[in-house]
Structures are given as C-alpha cells and as structure tokens.
C-alpha cells in the first residue's frame, strides 16, 4: 500500500490499479506502421513554417502552380535552399514537381493534407 498524507489526513492508497474498475478501451483502430510514417513525413515537412510559407505562396500563384525561381525572394532565401525545402515537400507528397527545361514547377497535391487530417480522425 502506498500512503498519502496530504494536509487533511492520512489516506492509503492501492498499490496497484485494478484495471477492470477501469474505463473500457476506446481505441478501438490505429494506423499501419507504414500509414504512420507517411503520416509523420508529412507533419514533419509542414513543421518548418518555410514549407508552410512556401505551400501558401503555391496557393496563391496562378494557377495554383509556381516555378522554383518566383518563390526564392518571397522567403528570402537561396535557389538551393529554397529547393531542399521543396523536395521535402515532394518526398512527403504535398507538392507535385514537374520539370520545364531547366526549371521546376509546383503544384499543391490537393489530396495529400485532406488525407493527413482524415488519418487523425475518428475512425
């Protein structure tokens, strides 16, 4: 037994938790090992406020796609940096790259962050 003796008395505790008093389960599902991880490469990508920065300026382009080379000045940034965020961004699914002679274009993967929210959500 463990006691407690907070300032209104002495009151003894059990040692241990008798698990069937307890509340049933409510996780009832959870995710793949391999949902997981998807999962976590797209929250990780979109916990640099760069990337967050850089979705939104994709948003809000014509179009609704960019070229590499108009989201440098925006963040304030190198061509090459600014491309390490963006392959973050692909590898996590959250952006589609497309080649254009020397240039690469984006566009949001409109499916990807409906996806990531539904995976949290009650199932």
């Known amino acids: 037994m463990i006691v407690n003796t907070c300032h209104t008395g002495r009151v003894t505790l059990p040692a241990t938790i008798d698990q069937s008093v307890c509340c049933t389960p409510r996780v009832t599902t959870t995710l793949a090992p391999e949902d997981a991880e998807s999962l976590a490469r797209v929250f990780k990508a979109l916990g640099d406020p760069t990337r967050v920065m850089l979705l939104s300026l994709i948003s809000g382009s014509d179009g609704g796609e960019a070229c590499i080379c108009d989201l440098t000045e925006p963040v304030g940034l190198s061509q090459g940096t600014v491309s390490h965020h963006m ?18 274009y984006f566009s949001l993967n409109g499916e990807a962050l409906g996806a990531a929210a539904d995976a949290l959500r009650s199932r």
């Open 87 to 104: 392959k973050v961004l692909a590898d996590a699914g959250l952006v589609i790259r497309e080649q254009r002679g020397r240039w690469a």
